[in-house]
């Protein structure tokens, strides 16, 4: 398998701009993250769907980040507007969800720079 | 909340040397998991943990669950310098769901 694939891998975009952040779960996992990694927080997660409804938001920061999932095999997490503190790494990771234990399998992620 | 502390926050070794990094919770947790960040990827489990007293390897690493459950201890034997990365403890945020807290990482060098 060709594991979670993330696109953009690098994004630099300026203030106020939409950004959206793509996702390609593992083929059958039926658990979806979005985490966001910064030097001050750590790695915090944002929001999870299951199934391809989401489960938990209370991560996302600010009504300027929101997350779809329309069907298994693809998610976005959009920022509008975006701003300077939006700048991390966003991970995606997916898993099978059998137990809340199961391995969650990490993409490469998307380095965010806004100016 | 669950919050996790990993110590130390970085360290430098010899390649060869052994390695032991921990991560305490204030928390009860019921599972503790294990991740290493290479640079630029994202994290991938090493090992994950089930039951109190628990001790497991996983090659040249080994993890123990501590007996409190407030805390975890990871190992790793004769270090080499792809070791080199961040360890991070997580555990589940609440005993169900997929809910996750991640410590805030060990960083580890590993000098030739």
């Known amino acids: 398998d060709a594991g979670v694939i993330q696109s953009p891998r690098h994004e630099v975009t300026e203030m106020g701009q939409e950004v959206t952040l793509r996702c390609k779960p593992i083929s059958g996992h039926d658990y979806l993250f979005w985490y966001r990694q910064t030097m001050m927080r750590g790695l915090e997660l944002l929001i999870y769907?299951?199934?391809?409804?989401?489960?938990?938001d209370s991560g996302m920061p600010e009504d300027r980040f929101s997350a779809k999932m329309p069907n298994a095999s693809f998610s976005t997490l959009k920022i509008q507007p975006s701003e300077p503190r939006d700048s991390a790494v966003y991970f995606c990771?997916?898993?099978?969800?059998?137990?809340?234990?199961?391995?969650?399998?990490f993409g490469p992620g998307t380095r965010l720079t806004v100016l | 909340g669950q919050q996790l502390n990993q110590s130390p926050q970085s360290m430098f070794i010899q390649e060869g040397e052994d390695v032991s990094m921990n991560c305490t919770s204030s928390s009860i947790f019921n599972t503790w998991l294990w991740y290493k960040q290479d640079p630029g990827e994202g994290p991938v489990l090493l090992i994950a943990?089930?039951?109190?007293?628990e001790l497991t390897s996983n090659g040249r690493l080994t993890a123990q669950f501590g007996i409190t459950r407030k805390d975890s201890f990871l190992n790793i034997s004769a270090s080499i310098p792809s070791d080199v990365g961040i360890y991070f403890c997580?555990?589940?945020?609440?005993?169900?769901?997929?809910?996750?807290?991640f410590g805030p990482g060990t960083r580890l060098s590993v000098l030739p």
């Open positions: 997580a555990g589940p945020l609440i005993n169900y769901g997929q809910n996750f807290v």
């Open positions: 990771a997916s898993s099978l969800g059998r137990r809340y234990t199961d391995t969650q399998y």
């Open positions: 943990l089930y039951k109190a007293g």
């Open positions: 769907f299951n199934n391809n409804v989401p489960i938990d």
